[in-house]
């Protein structure tokens, strides 16, 4: 009973549900000290706990989190969840090679659970390889048209396809189901299509679900809508601003990263700070930063032929996943080369 109301509080948006389902999981194991489901789904918590602690909490969340999933594939080594999840641990590691290898194994050891091939699928679209993992998770969904995350991803996939109506259909469908991240893709679907009006109604929209994500001088409605404006209409005096709020935030002691914050710097053009803070200030679950920059916005071409780049991507372990896996359409390696020392160029 703990396990199974755990599991369905760790689906919910919002920290506290995250809170709660760690509190009942932990009853699980103490109750069955060999429930290696449990341990594993223990592990996914903490990890998703990270997101809305502070920089202070990363660390003895993803040290719980690992030593969990330790737990689960000592007890059971084909435990195909456990494998998922310690792919979110090596995220945090920037090993995203062995990330993708994880939940590829996930996926071998149990290949008809819909979550897991969502997730496989979303995994090889985070690498650029954005129709193969589109194909996995369009599968998954049919399987499970309610997992809220998996929608949004796709939608996302689709994005990048340039299959815009579905990708916008997808992501409300997300928003819906009470995944309020969906609402951002909506959003700049929206501006992407010169819909800066609905844009921005859909970024005021989302403060009081998403503010607490952001950095802290955006927290007014006034500077919220600001940052809208910076994103969604190119305002250069609000990008400005917005830019000296992040700079000044990222000085103070106890400042944390997180794809929101670290999405800004991409979002805004910021190619080399995105870079640099996503390799010096580490955080969990940061694939999703990654999963948005093989779309065709402007932004995410200048990052693709950015001189670091292929640095960037090869210190994180991406060009090791592509030579396993299969190169993105938008790189290939130098003739003569299999891509690596960063020998590719990107488009």
Sequence with gaps: DAFLQGRDLVRRFGGEAKTRAIRLFEQAVALDPQFAEAWAMLARANMLSTITNSQQAVDPFVDAARVAVGKALEIDPQLAFGHYVHA??????????AAVDAVAEAHRLDPNNPFLIIRHGYYQAMIGRTAAGAALMRQGLRLDPTDAVGLLNLGGALFAL???SEAER???RSYDLGFAPAGLLTATLAGYLERNDEALEIWRDLRPELVNRYIPAMASPANWALAGRAVYLGD?????TILAWLND?????GSRTNSYRTGLY?????QDRFMHSFLQRPFPVNAGTLFYI???RPVSRQLRRHAEFPAFLERIGVVKAWQ???WPPQCAPLAGSDGSGAQFSCR
């Design 249 to 253: 935030y990222y000085a103070q002691p």
């Design 294 to 296: 093989w779309d065709d």
């Design 266 to 270: 991409f979002t805004l053009g910021e």
């Design 88 to 97: 979110l641990v090596l995220e945090y590691q920037l090993d995203f090679a």
């Design 236 to 240: 250069a005096n609000a990008r400005e």
């Design 170 to 172: 997808l992501a409300r």
């Design 324 to 326: 396993r896996y299969g």
């Design 162 to 164: 340039g299959e815009f």
